[in-house]
């Protein structure tokens, strides 16, 4: 079993940034690729960015291209998600995710799920 951790999130002026962590515990990380999702009010959960086991691939949604930096590093068994620009539309519960299928990955269909983190982003 991983348990996953998320931190980071808050309250940010448009803008701003945030850093939000994923750690991992009870196994280690680096066999599973890693994804962040997010759900806002009244809104399915969605695909915001994902990254290879290995660190080597990383894939993002159109919403958040250029503004978002995914990363991983194995040895600490974390993994970021580095945002930037905020904007009101990306307040959200931000969750990670873990699964060893990366297209079962970026579908949100993942063995393991964090409790979220919650990212409120003002105008």
């Known amino acids: 079993q991983v348990q996953l951790v998320e931190s980071g999130g808050g309250l940010v002026q448009a803008g701003g940034s945030l850093r939000l962590s994923c750690v991992a515990s009870?196994?280690?990380?680096?066999?599973?690729?890693v994804g962040w999702f997010r759900q806002a009010p009244g809104k399915d959960r969605e695909f915001v960015a994902v990254?290879?086991?290995?660190?080597?691939?990383?894939y993002y949604a159109d919403s958040v291209k250029g503004r978002f930096t995914i990363s991983r590093d194995n040895a600490k068994n974390t993994v970021w998600l580095q945002m930037n620009s905020l904007k009101p539309d990306d307040t959200a519960v931000y969750y990670c995710?873990?699964?060893?299928?990366?297209?079962?990955?970026?579908?949100?269909?993942?063995?393991?799920w964090g409790q979220g983190t919650q990212v409120t982003v003002s105008s």
């Open positions: 990254i290879r086991w290995n660190g080597k691939r990383t």
């Open positions: 995710a873990a699964d060893g299928d990366e297209d079962r990955l970026r579908l949100g269909v993942c063995d393991y």
């Open positions: 009870g196994r280690t990380l680096s066999p599973y690729g």
